[in-house]
């Protein structure tokens, strides 16, 4: 135990703290075959996330990645493209040429066509199939399936492959059923990484190190004392360019069913056996299974007007009678002994307010308060903040300083990860560097299983058929605004209100 006494002391505390967490665990050199090598995940996310991971030190020389599109390029004119990925999403201080180079230097190109024959022996032959080989698909679904038979047909797959693919894992529950059945004709479960970049994000994590590192909160993680739990990811985005893939799945599909889900499971589960994949996914299962089908006025739809020079949702589709959703909000349940009774609100949209995704966690009001001149004390708020300004905070009652009498005021406790990491936070690693890495390891905690991913297929079907049958149309909100206003019935009915969407 280090008892904080004086400023120098303090900062050794930070550096214990720090070089913990630039423990860089290698890899041993392993095989990435990253389909979409030219997409937007690709060049956004994937490759400069690859560079960091080179950068430093975890990704070891002797690892191939080989990406795959469809595009006839030059090797040349690809290592031009991963170059300008690298500088354009990356902090230049991260860059430094002759790292580049060596990280260019792991890496190739190969045109292919998914749908046909040609070209798949030569992959074979550029891959030691010794190593552990990822084969990623970083493309629109319509093309897993042929992926999928071309690696079966080809001799591609060893004990040492991995699966990842990306969302969206189906439609419904049908697809995903059908996705999973051919995953599994030619790969074990075990060998199959469903990736949810929300769980790798750093404060998803910590939701779980706070639940269950500290003997703080979990005897009071249930009904007894939580009065509600509001979830919300808000963007300040809109579709961008994927209006034909977005107008196709809504909200409902695109954020609910999978990262909502992931954060709903995490915050709701009981606490697993071991931090261990299957331990932790089957608790996850559990609260899926647990969730009550919805009233439709447990539902609220909302899609974007048009808002000054900001085009409405139907135009930056390019469909002016689209009646699909760009927000919804959800109050729901999930029937078992620790939250009976429990409202969870969720919420998401595009182009409201602030881009904020937060986990609040609210407290039930004191049941009997001593001080006369304050009859009702508001319960605490645990927020959890997955971005920006990733860390957590906690109102709670005091004192106000000063004389004039026992007048209380409610403070936050600000754990900003930030703060307390100096400002090292962002700069660890993004979520798609963690997974990946991840599946190098072969640890599928973070990635859903498909059990998990067909229990949310399931309820998400039960509620999109629900708001069909009850014809519900979406509200149209103002762009920057907190979305429609029908959101605030669903909480205001309960006597309850939303947290403010802000930074
Ligand atoms: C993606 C959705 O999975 O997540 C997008 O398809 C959404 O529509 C994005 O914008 C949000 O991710 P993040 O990490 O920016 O919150």
């Known amino acids: 135990m280090i008892h904080v006494q004086d400023a120098s002391n303090f900062l ?22 990253l389909f979409g090598g030219t997409g937007d995940l690709a060049r956004r996310e994937i490759l400069p996330g690859l560079y960091r991971r080179f950068h430093v030190g975890q990704v070891q020389p002797g690892s191939k990645i080989i990406a795959i599109a469809r595009k006839h390029l030059t090797e040349q004119e690809f290592l031009n493209f991963v170059r300008e990925a690298i500088t354009e999403n990356l902090d230049s201080k991260l860059i430094e040429e002759t790292n580049l180079v060596k990280f260019l230097s792991l890496i190739s190109y190969r ?13 074979k032959g550029s891959l030691d199939l010794s190593l552990t080989t990822a084969y990623y698909l970083s493309v629109g679904p319509s093309i897993f399936s042929s992926i999928i038979s071309n690696l079966a047909h080809h001799d591609l797959i060893r004990v040492n492959s991995r699966i990842v693919v990306e969302k969206p894992f189906g439609h419904d529950l049908a697809s995903a059923k059908e996705l999973n059945r051919k995953l599994s004709k030619v790969f074990d479960e075990g060998q199959i990484y ?16 706070l639940r269950f590192g500290n003997v703080l909160f979990e005897p009071l993680w249930n009904s007894q004392y939580i009065d509600h739990i509001q979830i919300t990811v808000a963007e300040k985005g809109g579709v961008g360019g994927r209006g034909e893939y977005y107008d196709n799945s809504g909200a409902m599909r695109d954020m609910v069913q999978n990262h909502l889900m992931q954060l709903l499971c995490l915050v709701a589960m009981e606490p697993p056996s071991k931090f261990s994949p299957d331990a932790v996914r089957d608790e996850k299962l559990k609260v899926i299974r647990s969730l009550e089908p919805l009233a439709a006025n447990d539902i609220v739809l909302g899609q974007y007007g048009q808002g000054g020079s900001v085009p409405s949702y139907r135009e930056d589709v390019g469909n002016n009678t689209s009646t699909t959703e760009s927000y919804i909000a959800l109050k729901c349940n999930i029937s078992n002994w620790r939250w009976a009774n429990t409202a969870f609100y969720l919420r998401t949209g595009k182009r409201l307010r602030k881009r904020v995704s937060e986990i609040a966690v609210v407290f039930k009001k004191l049941p009997h308060s001593i001080f006369l001149d304050h009859p009702q004390i508001n319960g605490n708020v645990l927020a959890i903040r997955l971005q920006p300004n990733e860390g957590i905070n906690m109102t709670v009652t005091i004192k106000e300083p000063g004389p004039g009498g026992m007048r209380l005021i409610e403070v936050p406790l600000d754990m900003s990860f930030a703060k307390s990491l100096h400002g090292e936070v962002g700069n660890l690693t993004n979520a798609y ?3 990946i890495m991840d599946v190098i390891r072969g640890n599928q905690t973070l990635f859903m299983r498909g059990d998990e991913v067909e229990a949310a297929w399931k309820w998400t079907d039960t509620v999109i058929s629900c708001w069909q049958n009850n014809r519900k149309q979406p509200q149209i909100y103002d762009p920057n605004t907190s979305g429609p206003e029908d959101a605030y019935m669903l909480t ?4 309850r209100r939303w947290r403010e969407i802000e930074v």
């Open 12 to 33: 050794k505390i930070i550096k214990v703290g720090l070089t913990t967490l630039y423990k860089i665990i290698p890899v041993e050199p392993f095989n990435l075959v």
């Open 111 to 123: 045109s292919l066509d998914a749908n046909n024959k040609n070209n798949w022996e030569s992959l």
């Open 194 to 209: 469903r990736i949810d970049h929300y769980l790798g994000k750093e404060t998803v994590q910590n939701l779980m190190a």
């Open 433 to 435: 560097e963690r997974l």
């Open 492 to 495: 205001n009915k309960d006597q």
